[in-house]
C-alpha cells in the first residue's frame, strides 16, 4: 500500500452479509460505508438496529435495502446470511451484544471502548476467550473479532508504522503524540455526564493504542500524567502523559477538548513525530488535509492527503480480508482494545489522585463571546 492508501491487492471474491447495531453518530457512518458499494464492496449491509426509530429513518436514508429493527436483534443474529455484526451502540450494552452476536456463530466488529470502565473490558475478553475455546472443543468454525481503534486504518499512519519496521529512521527512540481539539463550545456541557469517562480514555485510547502499536513494544510502571482543568467542569481537562516502553522508546501524549474550544477561530492539534536514530517521520492533519514527512537517510518524503476521517472503508475491506485467511493480521485484536483502555484509564487516575489545578470557569464562556 502506498502512504496514499491505494489498495493494490484484493481481487474481491465475494460480498459476505453484515448486519449494524446501533445508528447513532458513529453507527451511522459504518451505516454509510456498508451501504455504499464503493466503500464497502465486500459487504453487503441486511439489517440495521437501533432503539430510536429517529436514528433508523436516517438509516433508511443511507441504507435503502436493508431491514431495520427497534431493539430485538435476536431477528438478526438468526439471519443466517449475516455472516458479521458491527457492533456501534453506546459501550454499556455493548459486551452483552458482542457476546450474543458470537454465541450464534457470526464475526464481530465492535467500537471503542469495549465498555464503559477496563475492568469490564478484561472481564469481555476473558468471557469472549471461554466463548471461542468452547467453541474449539465443540468443532465449530472459528469467529474473527476486532475493535475500531482508528488510528490503525490510516494509511499515513500504516505508512509510518512500516516505515519504522523498515529501519527508515534508524532505531525508533521517541514517539510525541497529541489529539487536542475544540470540542466543547457550549456552557451547558460543563455538567453533562460522560459515561464513557474523560477524554483521555473515550478518546485518548487512540492515541496510547497508537504509541503502543508504533513503537511496537508494551508500557513500563513510569508513565506520569498531570490533569489541567478548564472553567471548573468535571471533565474539562487537558491531559499530558509521557513514560518510556519496554523497549526504551521515550513517548509523550496531550490530550484534550477543550483547545481552543473559545477562541474566535478554533483549530486542532493533532501531530504524532517519530524521532529516530536516522531520522524523523511526522504526521499533523486539521481534519481536512493531512500532511505526512519523511526525514530518513534515503528517504525523503512531504505528502499531502486528504483527511478522511475514519476510513471505515478500509477497516471493513481489511476484516473481509481477514475472513478470507481467517488472520486478522494488522487489525486491532480485543487485547489492544483491553491494553489500551486499561493503560488510559491508568493515566487518568494517575492524574486525578492529586490536586488539579483550575483555569476559568463558566463565566469565560459568556467573556468570549
Ligand atoms: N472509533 C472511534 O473513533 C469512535 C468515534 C466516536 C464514537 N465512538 C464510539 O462509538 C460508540 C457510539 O458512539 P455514538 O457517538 O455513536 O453514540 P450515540 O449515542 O450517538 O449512538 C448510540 C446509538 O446506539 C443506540 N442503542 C443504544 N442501545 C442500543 C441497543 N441495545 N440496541 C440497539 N441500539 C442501541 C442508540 O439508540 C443510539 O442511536 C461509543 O462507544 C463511542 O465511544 C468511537
Redesign the pocket.
Known amino acids: 500500500m502506498n502512504a496514499s492508501g491505494a489498495l493494490p491487492h484484493l481481487q474481491p471474491s465475494r460480498s459476505r452479509g453484515i448486519a449494524a ?7 451511522i457512518d459504518h451505516i454509510a460505508t456498508l451501504a455504499n458499494p464503493a466503500a464497502a464492496p465486500r459487504w453487503h449491509l441486511l439489517h440495521v ?4 426509530t429517529g ?1 433508523l429513518r436516517l438509516a433508511r436514508e443511507m441504507a435503502p435495502h436493508a431491514a431495520l429493527h427497534t ?1 430485538d ?1 435476536d431477528v438478526l443474529l438468526a439471519d443466517p446470511a449475516v455472516e458479521a455484526i458491527t457492533v ?4 454499556a ?2 459486551p452483552g ?1 458482542v457476546l450474543r452476536a458470537l454465541a450464534a456463530g457470526k464475526h464481530v466488529l465492535c ?3 469495549l465498555a464503559p470502565a477496563p475492568a469490564a473490558a478484561r472481564q469481555l475478553a476473558e468471557d469472549i476467550g471461554c466463548l471461542l475455546e468452547k467453541r474449539s472443543a465443540a468443532g465449530q468454525s472459528p469467529l474473527l473479532l476486532t475493535c ?1 481503534l ?1 488510528s490503525r486504518n490510516i494509511p499515513w499512519l500504516r505508512r509510518a508504522h512500516d516505515l519504522i519496521r523498515e529501519g527508515a529512521i534508524g532505531q525508533l527512540a521517541i514517539i510525541r503524540t497529541a489529539h487536542c481539539t475544540p470540542k466543547w463550545k457550549d456552557p451547558s456541557r460543563l455538567t453533562r455526564p460522560r459515561p ?1 469517562g474523560h477524554t483521555l480514555h ?1 478518546c485518548g485510547m ?1 492515541y496510547v493504542d497508537l504509541i503502543r502499536w508504533l513503537s511496537g513494544s508494551e508500557f513500563t510502571d513510569d508513565a506520569t500524567c498531570r490533569a489541567t482543568r478548564f472553567w471548573g467542569g468535571e471533565y474539562e481537562l487537558h491531559f499530558m502523559a509521557q513514560g518510556r516502553m519496554a523497549n526504551g522508546c521515550a513517548w509523550d501524549l496531550h490530550n484534550s477538548f477543550c483547545y481552543t474550544s473559545l477562541a474566535r477561530d478554533p483549530r486542532n492539534w493533532s501531530v504524532v513525530e517519530c524521532i529516530g536514530t536516522r531520522g524523523v517521520i511526522s504526521a499533523r492533519h486539521d481534519f481536512h488535509d493531512a500532511r505526512f514527512e519523511v526525514r530518513g537517510p534515503a528517504l525523503t518524503l512531504d505528502e499531502t492527503f486528504s483527511y478522511e476521517s ?1 476510513q471505515l472503508s478500509r477497516y471493513y475491506d481489511d476484516f473481509a480480508c481477514a475472513l478470507d485467511t481467517a488472520d486478522l493480521g494488522r487489525l486491532p485484536r480485543i487485547m489492544d482494545a483491553v491494553i489500551a483502555s486499561e493503560f488510559s484509564q491508568r493515566l487518568v487516575d494517575q492524574a486525578l489522585a492529586g490536586p488539579v489545578p483550575n483555569f476559568g470557569d463558566a463565566s469565560t464562556f459568556s467573556l468570549s463571546s
Not at 447495531?21 to 453507527?27: K, S
Not at 456501534?88 to 459501550?91: D, G, R, W
Open positions: 447495531i446501533g445508528a447513532g453518530h458513529m453507527g438496529c437501533d432503539l430510536s436514528r431493539g436483534i456501534n451502540t453506546p459501550s450494552v455493548r451484544i467500537e471503542k471502548p475500531n482508528f464513557e473515550n487512540h475514519k
